[in-house]
């Protein structure tokens, strides 16, 4: 078994813990203390770190020098058995989430879109945007990502290998690209991020649904007719393994016409969209976030709420259109300013 890829003498001579820090769920009294925490972690003993985290992978983001720290603590919860939620829930999204067997080989082009087990989703494959493409989806090709919220690493060991070989055996094998599109951010961070930090190999080419869209805006000029409105974007967790497509979403707005209106829980203080305490059974701290995104969402002004994360959207979508703003994915805003 690959162990994560980490380096332990960086965090000895790291001088910020930015890791911990810079933790919007956890509070530490100084550097000192986090450092205690951080370097207990890391030698395999119990800190109270891997009891109280929210898993919301946003250390990965804050670390300096990509040490994997949110990674390394998914590995020592499920060494140590702290599990962040009960171990039925656990039990239970293990069946209902392993792959089915169902798969049947297919014929596909490119640009071929992996649409992860969301086949509710596949209509927004769609017009000028998506010209040509092909679609992949359903549970023998879920990226698996969700187990990093579950404390199962050895699952994410497990199935990730599995995916990547039925994508490659039922459908990139003979298509005419290596190329796969993500149209979940999740599938991107498997492919990118937690590949490389757990030592998985991965025989296509992941793309960003952005790299993807910001591409296709540039040979579609045209067609664009800027919808002019303001928006507020919920950033998911899943953004925090590739940090660097935030920017290109902000060249995705700035050609259709969206202005990202800044707001205290965006960017690198993205806050938690709720769904994930609520999975966890911690209700209480569910609610509360729901209601700090929609206070700061409700407090700038704006007509579209956009969403990256499918399950973000079903989390926060009818909370957010109740309060007047219009919930959407970044592919169907993208649609509006072409006129599909
Ligand atoms: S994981 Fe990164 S930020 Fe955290 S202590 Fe180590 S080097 Fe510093
Ligand atoms: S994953 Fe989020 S809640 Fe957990 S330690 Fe990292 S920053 Fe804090």
């Avoid at 649904?209 to 967790?237: G, T």
Wanted: with cysteine; aromatic share 8%.
């Amino acid at each position: 078994m690959n162990s994560i890829k980490f380096d332990p003498d960086l965090c000895v001579n790291c001088e910020t813990i930015d890791c911990l820090m810079r933790c919007q769920y956890i509070s530490f009294t100084d550097i000192a203390e986090a450092k205690e925490e951080k370097l207990k972690i890391n030698d395999g003993k119990d800190s109270r770190v891997l009891e109280e985290c929210l898993t919301c992978y946003a250390c990965q983001e804050y670390c300096p020098v990509d040490n994997n720290p949110f990674f390394l603590l998914v590995e020592r919860q499920e060494e140590k058995g702290f599990l962040p939620a009960p171990r039925p829930i656990i039990e239970e999204q293990l069946r209902m989430m392993a792959p089915k067997g169902r798969i049947a080989k297919e014929t596909v082009s490119g640009p071929v879109v992996d649409m992860c087990a969301f086949p509710m989703l596949t209509g927004c494959v769609r017009g000028k945007l998506f010209e040509g493409a092909s679609t992949i989806v359903g549970m023998d090709i879920f990226c698996n990502i969700m187990w990093l919220h579950f404390a199962k690493n050895s699952t994410i060991r497990k199935r990730v290998p599995e995916m990547i070989d039925n994508i490659m055996s039922f459908y990139l094998k003979d298509a005419d690209t290596d190329e796969l599109i993500c149209f979940h951010d999740e599938c991107f961070g498997t492919y990118t991020s937690v590949a490389d930090a757990y030592g998985i190999d991965v025989p296509f080419k992941p793309i960003h649904q952005f790299d993807y869209y910001n591409q296709r805006l540039d040979v579609l000029k045209e067609s664009i007719k800027p919808i002019n409105a303001k928006i507020v974007y919920q950033r998911p967790c899943s953004n925090r393994l590739c940090p660097q497509t935030d920017k290109i979403l902000d060249e995705i707005f700035e050609k259709i016409g969206a202005e990202r209106v800044p707001r205290k829980y965006d960017r690198e203080t993205a806050l938690c969209c709720g769904g994930v305490p609520r999975a966890h059974q911690r209700e209480e701290l569910a609610d509360e976030l729901v209601e700090k995104n929609m206070n700061d969402m409700l407090s700038v002004g704006a007509t579209y709420c956009v969403f990256n994360c499918p399950f973000c959207m079903a989390t926060l979508g009818q909370e957010v259109a109740e309060q007047g703003l219009m919930p959407i994915l970044v592919s169907d805003l993208v649609q509006i300013a072409l006129g599909d």
